[in-house]
């Protein structure tokens, strides 16, 4: 377990659902990745992220799917693509990400509270 946290801290962190509406293999990345635009509805719009989830995911499957990210960290050029958000996720029980999702409806752009 890390160290303890202040509440503060975590709401500090803007994490929101959104829907995948594009995604495509990013080769050019050092480690397997899938570049994904990410719709987070209304006034934030599309962003872009690179995620390394290629065990458990295609390009094609992901269209359509709800994700949570971090949307206000900084961008972070990855090679020649700059990731805007970071789409959350799990490690299984061998490392590969397992993207993490709201259970249940949620409208593009809620927050997590």
Do not use: C, W
């Amino acid at each position: 377990m890390m160290e303890q946290t202040t509440f503060d801290t975590f709401m500090a962190l803007d994490i929101r659902a959104g829907t995948v509406v594009s995604a495509e293999p990013f080769p050019e990345a050092r480690k397997p990745a899938i570049k994904l635009v990410v719709d987070f509805g209304g006034t934030l719009g599309t962003r872009k992220s690179s995620a390394q989830i290629t065990e458990h995911y295609t390009p094609e499957e992901l269209i359509g799917r709800k994700v949570m990210a971090v949307i206000n960290f900084p961008p972070r050029q990855i090679g020649p693509f700059m990731s805007e958000v970071l789409v959350l996720g799990f490690s299984d029980k061998d490392g590969a990400i397992v993207l993490a999702k709201p259970d249940g409806e949620v409208p593009d752009g809620a927050r997590l509270a």
